[in-house]
């Protein structure tokens, strides 16, 4: 059963960098055709999507975030990564993981990770 | 503002069927497929319909969806507790874009 778990610091400084990464456990990240994403949720907010990566490296962001986003993949420790720039208390949400089935009309997203709070403070 | 338009909250008395509205574009919803998604309190969104009414395993036939237009639609029947939850629909917009709708807090009666 495939799975995916989020990881990284729980707190990170006003303009500095936000890293964390997801963990996929019971399947290559690199089978199936799938794509691999981050949907990150302010507190007592709504869902928004934050970008999406193929295995082969191709990244799609948000347009809105596109200028502070950076994400990567390692197939080797079958996990990827994101990275938000310059970061504000805006950026505070919880940050989920989640394989994106994107072919043709069809895009969802299945399963998902257990989300990680990331809390933008001095 | 999101480009999917779902009312903040909803409720209903247990027994009986709900169904919550999702509005979009011509530029989404109408070229696109919608995903719906459940997140329970204090848990991450599961996925409850794709491809405007399909069912992933092991997600009961309460559950439906439907599309037509610029809109879609997702049905509950048989209202239980434990669907008390927020409901989330999503798509693909030609901004280069996924988006979500804000989200509707369903209460059951």
């Known amino acids: 059963q495939l799975q995916l778990q989020e990881s990284g610091p729980g707190l990170v400084k006003p303009s500095a960098t936000l890293s964390v990464t997801c963990i996929v456990s019971g399947d290559s990240i690199s089978s199936g055709g799938y794509y691999w994403g981050w949907i990150r949720q302010p507190p007592g907010g709504g869902l928004e999507w934050v970008g999406s990566?193929?295995?082969?490296?191709?990244?799609y962001y948000n347009p809105s975030l596109k200028r502070r986003v950076t994400m990567s993949v390692d197939t080797s420790k079958n996990q990827f990564s994101l990275k938000l720039s310059s970061v504000t208390a805006a950026d505070t949400a919880v940050y989920y993981c989640?394989?994106?089935?994107?072919?043709?009309?069809?895009?969802?997203?299945?399963?998902w990770g257990q989300g990680i709070l990331v809390t933008v403070s001095s | 503002q999101s480009l999917l338009s779902q009312p903040p909250s909803m409720s209903a008395a247990a027994g009986q069927k709900v169904t919550i509205p999702c509005s979009g574009r011509?530029?989404?919803?109408?070229?696109?497929?919608v995903s719906w998604y459940q997140q329970l309190p204090g848990t991450a969104p599961k996925l409850l319909i794709y491809d405007n009414n399909k069912r992933p395993s092991g997600i009961p036939d309460r559950f439906s969806g439907s599309k037509s237009g610029t809109s879609a639609t997702l049905g509950i029947t048989g209202l239980q507790t434990g669907d008390e939850a927020d409901y989330y629909c999503?798509?693909?917009?030609?901004?280069?874009?996924?988006?979500f709708g804000g989200g509707t807090q369903l209460t059951v009666l």
């Open positions: 999503g798509t693909w917009d030609n901004s280069l874009n996924v988006v």
């Open positions: 011509s530029s989404n919803i109408g070229r696109n497929s």
């Open positions: 990566l193929y295995h082969s490296g191709s990244t």
């Open positions: 989640a394989r994106r089935h994107w072919e043709e009309l069809s895009d969802y997203f299945d399963p």
